[in-house]
Every structure is written in C-alpha cells, then in structure tokens.
C-alpha cells in the first residue's frame, strides 16, 4: 500500500508537469502567431516587442529569432538584426532563409565584401531567390561589373523581378524572357518570391535608372496570403487585351476598384515630378518616381507624426497597375529621421495609399514624410 501511494504521487507530479509544460507551449505559439501577424503588417516596432515575450519564455525559439531580426531590418536597426539572424545560424545552422537576410543586411550596413560571400553562399543553396539575384546585380554595378550586373538582373527578370527587368532595360538595354519555374525561390521567413508561369517578352526601355535604395523590398509577404500575391503581367503592345486588368490583380478592395480612374502614361509629363500633400502644419509629404507624382491618389490615409526634431522619413514603394501599393520599405539614404516608431508608422501608412489605374506596368517611386518638430 505504501509503495502504491508513492506511486500515484509520482505519476500525479509527472502528469502535472506534462500539464504545465503543454501549458506554456500553447502560450508560446499564442504569442508567436500575434507577433507574426504584426511582422506581416509592417507592425515592425510592436512585432519587435512582441517576438521580445516569445523569446523571453522560449529562448531557443529560432522562428521567432529570425522574424525579430526582420522586423529589425524593417526599422533599420541592422546590427540588432544581424545578432539574431547569426543566433539562428547557433541554433539550426545555415538556412537559406538566414543567409539571404544577412547579405542582405551587410549590404545595407555597406559591408560589401561580407554581402559578397553571404551572397555566394546563399545563391548556392537557394539558386530561384529573384531577390538575391537582384541584389548580386546591384553590387556589381556599384563595383563598375557591368556585364556581371545584366546577368544576375537577367536571372532575378527570368525569375519574376519587375524592379530587375526595369534595371536591365536601362542599363544593359536587352531583352527579358521570364522562364516557367514552379518554385517560389524567397525567403522562407518573409521575403517570397513570385514567378510567372508563361513564357512573356520584355521590351527594353530608356527610362530613368532606379535608385539604388529602391532595390530591396520587404513588402512582401509570406506565400499563403493569396490577396498579396497578385503577378505583374507585361503586355505586348499588339495584344488585343491591353485593356484588361487580369483577375489576380483584383484586390479585396473592390469599391475603390469600381471606381478608380483609368490614367494612362502620358510622354509629355515628367516621370519625376513630385505630389506636394500637406497634411497638416507639421506634416508634408512628397510623392515622386516613375510618374507617380502624376499619377492620381483615390484614397490616402489619415496620418498623425508627433516628433519633437525636424527631419525626413523616406520610403520607397511600388504600385501595382489597379493603384494598391505592393511593397513599401525604409530608405535609410534619403531619410534623416531613424527614430523607429517614424519609422514603423510611415511604412504601415504608405501600404494604405490608393493610386488610379494604369494599363501600363508597376511603377516604384518614393514617400518623403517632411516632418516638422513641435
């Protein structure tokens, strides 16, 4: 009887363990799904927090160590970013998810020699990420590797990169054919790829050559969230259908969608013109890049910054054909604010800007929040 009490106590104290461990595991998942949910929003300061509490209660957490060190990269905050991603590399090893993150976080920290290996290292392991191409495109043309530039921007076209077809129509002055691929190629923890299924030309173009800080774009979300994952479609200038506006492109905004303006390029106004809005006595924001200043606003959202200094929060953004912004990223260049609450509010609020239809293709520009301080 004895040894049967015993018994029972300890199976009673295991049981309660096994309890109290599910307990904090299910509490664990809780907070990484909310903390998620802000990183996929651009919520990039509170996801930061958030990752923070699931951390704290699961130290080894390697999801939520390399979600924190974007949502770092979001707000610019690069050597925080670093020490997470190179954590998770402690944790599971090297993932092609982490080392594209860190090439990309060396080339924002202008560590082009360290961006370089990253690069190799990750191309090699994950040889469809369009993004890693593109940015092997850029340090080379920044190295004066110009041919090498137009064939990794060719591979990162062939793979789906709208901002790559523009980059190798100004610069290399070719032709793009994007190839069928049925692999996402992106960042398994937020940067995702989009590939075209059909085989489509891209005629080569004069326009201005992007900006370097136009190149990396964190607006982009995860694969299953089928209202973000519209495909640019380039159309010939024959094709009878030019007109259209393909399903995917349709967004769950459909009121706006009924009644946007069809605006159409027009050679005569300047690609570079810029949209003065003043919000408020402290607040003027300008719009400018690849005809966006000319481009008419439908919906804009409703913006209160409290600084108490004077500066600029830029950011860069892409806009697809039916006027959604696609993506939206700081640009550290051209911003002399990097505070990171600004930083947070002007990405979350340039994804809410509504622009008229166009029939041509995407089109990337630059938000400049000219902040006065009270």
């Given at each position: 009887m004895k040894y049967t009490k015993l018994?029972?106590?300890?199976?009673?104290?295991?049981?309660?363990?096994?309890?109290?461990?599910?307990?904090?595991?299910?509490?664990?998942?809780?907070?990484?799904?909310?903390?998620?949910?802000?990183?996929?929003?651009?919520r990039h300061e509170d996801a930061v927090n958030a990752f923070n509490k699931v951390i704290k209660k699961d130290p080894g957490h390697e999801d939520a160590l390399v979600l924190r060190g974007a949502s770092k990269f979001g707000l610019a905050a690069y050597k925080?970013?670093?020490?997470?991603?190179n954590r998770s590399i402690e944790l599971r090893g090297v993932t092609k998810d982490v080392v594209g993150w860190i090439a990309l976080t060396h080339y924002k920290m202008d560590n082009i020699q360290q961006a370089l290996n990253s690069l190799e290292t990750a191309i090699t392991i994950d040889p469809k990420?369009?993004?890693?191409?593109?940015?092997?495109?850029?340090?080379?043309?920044?190295?004066?590797?110009?041919?090498?530039?137009?064939?990794?921007?060719?591979?990162?076209?062939e793979l789906g990169d709208t901002k790559a077809e523009r980059k190798m129509a100004s610069n290399c002055g070719s032709k793009v054919k994007k190839k069928p691929t049925g692999d996402n190629g992106g960042f398994n923890q937020g940067i995702p790829n989009?590939?075209?299924?059909?085989?489509?030309?891209?005629?080569?173009?004069?326009?201005?050559?992007?900006?370097?800080?136009?190149?990396?774009?964190?607006?982009e979300k995860e694969e299953d969230k089928s209202d973000e994952s519209e495909e640019e479609v380039i159309e010939d200038e024959d094709n009878d259908d030019s007109d259209e506006i393909e399903d995917d492109e349709v967004l769950s905004l459909g009121d706006k969608e009924e009644e946007a303006e069809v605006e159409t390029a027009r050679p005569d106004k300047d690609p570079n013109e810029k949209a003065i809005i003043e919000v408020d006595e402290?607040?003027?924001?300008?719009?400018?890049?690849?005809?966006?200043?000319?481009?008419?606003?439908?919906?804009?959202?409703?913006?209160?910054?409290?600084?108490?200094?004077?500066?600029?929060?830029?950011?860069?953004?892409?806009?697809?054909?039916?006027?959604?912004?696609?993506?939206?990223?700081?640009?550290?260049?051209?911003?002399?604010?990097?505070?990171?609450?600004?930083?947070?509010?002007?990405?979350?609020?340039?994804?809410e800007f509504w622009f008229a239809k166009d029939r041509q293709k995407e089109a990337c520009g630059v938000i400049l929040y000219k902040i006065k301080g009270s």
């Amino acid at each position: 009887m004895k040894y049967t009490k015993l018994y029972i106590l300890l199976v009673g104290i295991m049981f309660g363990f096994s309890l109290s461990a599910q307990n904090v595991e299910e509490e664990v998942e809780f907070l990484y799904m909310k903390a998620k949910y802000l990183y996929d929003t651009d919520r990039h300061e509170d996801a930061v927090n958030a990752f923070n509490k699931v951390i704290k209660k699961d130290p080894g957490h390697e999801d939520a160590l390399v979600l924190r060190g974007a949502s770092k990269f979001g707000l610019a905050a690069y050597k925080g970013a670093m020490k997470d991603f190179n954590r998770s590399i402690e944790l599971r090893g090297v993932t092609k998810d982490v080392v594209g993150w860190i090439a990309l976080t060396h080339y924002k920290m202008d560590n082009i020699q360290q961006a370089l290996n990253s690069l190799e290292t990750a191309i090699t392991i994950d040889p469809k990420n369009r993004i890693l191409w593109t940015l092997q495109g850029d340090i080379a043309m920044d190295e004066g590797e110009k041919m090498k530039a137009c064939e990794s921007w060719e591979r990162a076209a062939e793979l789906g990169d709208t901002k790559a077809e523009r980059k190798m129509a100004s610069n290399c002055g070719s032709k793009v054919k994007k190839k069928p691929t049925g692999d996402n190629g992106g960042f398994n923890q937020g940067i995702p790829n989009r590939t075209n299924t059909s085989e489509e030309e891209v005629e080569s173009e004069d326009d201005n050559i992007l900006k370097e800080d136009e190149v990396i774009s964190l607006g982009e979300k995860e694969e299953d969230k089928s209202d973000e994952s519209e495909e640019e479609v380039i159309e010939d200038e024959d094709n009878d259908d030019s007109d259209e506006i393909e399903d995917d492109e349709v967004l769950s905004l459909g009121d706006k969608e009924e009644e946007a303006e069809v605006e159409t390029a027009r050679p005569d106004k300047d690609p570079n013109e810029k949209a003065i809005i003043e919000v408020d006595e402290d607040l003027t924001l300008e719009i400018y890049g690849e005809g966006l200043g000319n481009r008419k606003i439908l919906d804009q959202p409703n913006i209160l910054i409290l600084s108490e200094e004077d500066g600029v929060v830029a950011v860069n953004i892409c806009v697809g054909r039916t006027g959604s912004v696609k993506s939206a990223e700081f640009n550290d260049d051209l911003s002399t604010i990097n505070r990171q609450s600004l930083i947070s509010l002007a990405i979350r609020k340039a994804k809410e800007f509504w622009f008229a239809k166009d029939r041509q293709k995407e089109a990337c520009g630059v938000i400049l929040y000219k902040i006065k301080g009270s």
